[in-house]
Each structure stands twice: as structure tokens, then as C-alpha cells.
């Protein structure tokens, strides 16, 4: 989703000063705050304390190339970043509070202790490695612990594929709902909502089945809704289905 306040900068879309890639390097205490980067592309890099406090970046990759790029103690407060590929990076106590942050797909990202606040949407953090990249890795799990969502508005974020909810401070409130599901579980949900009068609610409900069975079957014991964006009728089913699936 592109953020409207790039609408109105059109002399930045070539621009190769709005762009930046740091290519294996290690880094301390730089700091890129403030600015409007087109373009941020990070490959195999260390930063350490860099600060892109109220940056605003139209596409970030944080993790390119085929090495991990780390960030301790980086902070990117205030700043509105849309997320490319995200490929290998590890934060560890890192600040995104009061930042927009969208499209963020992390199948091997590794979070540590790390703050969030501002808003995270339309993104998710995968647990396990896929396949493809295990032996790159030389790892099988990412390592996300100790995060604190507690102060973000999540919209369509989802933790994937053996995330240990506990671990992490999630936000509270009648927005969210943590679904603690078992197989048995889904096939009983199934058959009252099969059962439901309405047609277009029953067919949502069966479609939100659908939707939290795959990510049950991924390897997620818990999951962690958000209603935040659905229309009336959806977060009727969601939360009908949530309530059956014992949250």
C-alpha cells in the first residue's frame, strides 16, 4: 500500500540520491533519520545503533543477497517503511514505536527483544525456515522471542508456522483474539457453522474455518486474530468462529 504522503513527490521517484544500499559493511551509530529514501537495500551488513527515526521509505529490503544482515539496538521510531522482499535479517532490540509499517514478509527473519508501536499491517514472521533456505541458514527455526507488540495496531499480521505467542507481548482489546484450536476442534466448528441459517454468513464462517485450519496446519498452536478491516458481516463469522474454536 502505498503511503499518500509520497503523493505530491514526484521529483524523488529518480532520484538515485533517494536511494541507498549498503553493501557488507558494519556500521555504528549511523544515522539516516528524517529522510526520504525511494530505495533502502541492505546485503550482508551490520548496523549497530543506526537510527532511522522518522525515515520514510518506499521500499525497504532489509535482508537482500544471500547473507543475514544484523541490526542491534537500531531504531526506526516515527518512520513509515513499505516493505520488498525481506529476505535474511536478525534484529535484536530494536525500536519501531509510533512507525507505519506495511508489507513486511518475514519467512526468515529473526526477531529478538525488539519494541513495536504505530501501526503493522498486511505482514507476517514465520517460526520455521522454509525448506529452500535451511541449508544457507543452517538453521530450521527462526529465533522470535521476547517481542513487545503490546502498544502496535496489527491489521492482517500473522505469526506463522511455530511462533510461541508467549514470548511476545501481543496487543489487547475486543480487536484481537487469541484462538487456542485442535483438530477435533476445527471439524466441530465446521459442522454447526455448516448448519447456520444465513447462507453469506455460512459461507464466510466456512471460509474463516478454511483460512485458520491452514495456519493451524502450518504448525501455529496459537493463533492470533485481528478483526481490524473486515466488513460487518466477516467479523460476525470471525468472531462466531473464534468463539467455537475455544478463544
Known amino acids: 500500500m502505498t503511503n499518500p504522503e509520497w503523493q505530491g513527490k514526484p521529483d524523488m521517484t529518480f532520484n538515485a540520491a533517494g536511494r541507498v544500499r549498503l553493501d557488507n559493511v558494519s556500521m555504528a551509530d549511523a544515522d539516516y533519520s ?35 544482515s544484523t541490526y542491534t539496538n537500531c531504531s526506526f521510531d516515527g518512520s513509515t517503511i513499505e ?78 508456522t511455530g511462533i510461541d505467542l508467549r514470548r511476545q507481548r501481543l496487543p489487547t482489546g475486543p480487536e484481537y483474539v487469541t484462538v487456542h484450536p485442535s483438530k477435533d476442534g476445527f471439524a466441530g466448528a465446521r459442522k454447526v457453522v455448516a448448519g447456520w441459517d444465513d447462507p453469506q454468513l455460512r459461507q464466510r464462517g466456512l471460509g474463516c474455518i478454511a483460512a485458520l485450519q491452514l495456519e493451524a496446519n502450518g504448525g501455529q498452536q496459537e493463533l492470533f486474530v485481528q478483526l481490524h478491516g473486515y466488513d460487518e458481516l466477516d467479523r460476525v463469522a470471525l468472531t462466531r468462529v473464534t468463539e467455537l474454536l475455544g478463544a
Open 34 to 68: 528524517d529522510r526520504w529514501i525511494i530505495q533502502l537495500t541492505v546485503v550482508g551488513s551490520h548496523l549497530t545503533s543506526a537510527r532511522f527515526d522518522r525515515a520514510h521509505i518506499r521500499y525497504a529490503s532489509f535482508g537482500a543477497g544471500q547473507a543475514v
Open 83 to 160: 516493505f520488498g522482499p525481506a529476505g535474511y535479517a536478525r534484529f535484536v532490540r530494536c525500536s519501531f514505536r509510533d512507525a507505519r509499517l506495511s508489507g513486511w514478509h518475514c519467512e526468515t527473519v529473526e526477531m529478538i527483544d525488539c519494541h513495536f508501536g504505530g501501526v503493522l499491517e498486511s505482514s507476517f514472521f514465520n517460526g520455521t525456515v522454509p525448506d529452500r533456505s535451511r541449508q544457507l541458514l543452517g538453521r530450521r527455526h527462526n529465533e522470535f522471542r521476547d517481542n513487545d507488540f503490546s502498544n502496535a495496531k496489527l491489521v492482517d499480521v500473522g505469526f506463522r
